[in-house]
Nanobody
């Protein structure tokens, strides 16, 4: 099974930028999607962004225009460039590797998470 390790989290002021990285122990090209989710205190985990094997990127409405997801298949890494950070972006961010199954649903692997805190 793949092991995912997130890094790059920290404390940043509102309006600032931060880049998260996810390193996978197996080739990320074998997964249908690589993505990022986040979970704020008292809230459910929510989808942030993903990138498919086709290279198509999709984003949640609340991060469009601010975040950029990218992948490097040679390095087996996935990054999330976060700009114009807001207070509400504060959360634990999780890397996700997903394989889709039309008849049986998705199969997900998760990293341990990295904390992002946005303040003034």
């Amino acid at each position: 099974q793949v092991h995912l390790e997130e890094s790059g989290g920290g404390l940043v002021q509102a309006g600032g930028s931060l880049t998260l990285s996810c390193a996978a122990s197996t080739p990320i090209s074998s997964f249908n999607y690589m993505g990022w989710y986040r979970q704020a205190p008292g809230k459910r985990r929510e989808w942030v962004a993903d990138i498919a094997t086709t290279g198509v990127r999709k984003y949640a409405d609340f991060v469009k225009g601010r975040f950029t997801i990218s992948r490097d298949n040679a390095k087996n890494t996935v990054d999330l460039q976060m700009n114009s950070l807001k207070f509400e972006d504060t959360a634990v961010y999780y890397c996700n590797a997903r394989t889709t199954h039309n008849r049986y649903g998705n199969s997900d692997t998760w990293g341990q998470g990295t904390q992002v805190t946005v303040s003034s």
